[in-house]
């Protein structure tokens, strides 16, 4: 018999990012973990109300998300650690504006340039409800058919319950291939 | 310079669930990796329309999300290879009705019950917007402060651009605490 823990999200661990957005003329960087994909083609950014950065994110409407790799981590880390209301963290990373206007954050091998098409408000969180306009990525991080190879980005990912940062380990199989049955 | 690889969903690796749910009174079984944490307290599970499950979800505004370990993998990918509207599936898995009225998948170490609150609809997908009403879990998974351990349970992950199942690897380190400048 299971034993009932109560009402705990336990759909972890989920894709670390951080999100870039101008605000007040500046790059401010903030890290979720509270993300989703709803259908094929959009993704969802969960941010508290009170974050700084969903000013400017409501603002200018777009933000980029970037995966964050190992090396990255220690520098996404900091940032979730400090508001931009408080530290400047324009300089907290190497960027350049993209297309669309986001900050790109140049060391994340994986960036989604994004633009804002909804916000399915809860009430203490902006859930953005986001468009891809492109995705850049660093050429080592894709396969022989330009696909993005999980096995070499590895990224972090993150749990609640014991506010945790985990690494994606190796691959088990192709999937609806396994035929078990 | 990276390079633009278009509008590429990479927000990946995703907890891979199997959603159950009651169909015409028979238990159904759909796999999702198309998921997300909406604020603190609710879930989304993206679903295309003319899934077989989608019906009773709709019906009965009750589901399961439960989380795949290895073990668990093969008879999970076995239901996401075939639909419910040609397959009887509700013998593929040991289970029994919650409290809610889902059905509660035995053999997997972590079960969300959930109450659909919302359907976030988009051209082609219900997302399904959920409250979690019992969080089931295995002992085994529990730590001493009865939180869920990810590096027991080590969910399996999904990513689509190569269709594949990944592991859940090791702890890196604490949030917020890596304190790198």
Redesign the interface.
Known sequence: M??????????????L?VVGAMVEGKANWLIA????????????V?SMKNHYTNKGIKENKVLS?S?VD?AL???A??V??VSGAKTDKSE?FAWYRGDGGAP?L?ESP???ECKVVDN?E????D?F?L?????????NI??EQ??????VL??????F?????????????????????
Do not use: Q, W
Not at 4 to 15: D, F, K, Q
Not at 33 to 44: E, S
Not at 154 to 159: A, G, N, T
């Open positions: 299971k034993k009932n823990i109560g009402s705990v999200v336990g759909l972890y661990p989920t894709p990012v973990g509270h993300v989703g994909i709803v259908g094929h083609n959009r993704l969802l969960s998300v995966i190992e981590l220690p520098k880390d900091y979730g650690s907290a790109i140049e994986l960036v989604m399915y809860t009430e203490t969180f859930n409800i468009e891809i306009t492109a995705t850049l990525a660093d050429e894709l396969n330009g696909k993005i190879d999980y096995g590895k990224p972090i990912l993150f749990e319950p014991t506010y945790s940062y985990m690494k994606t380990g190796d691959f088990v199989g192709k999937c609806l291939k396994l035929n078990s049955k």
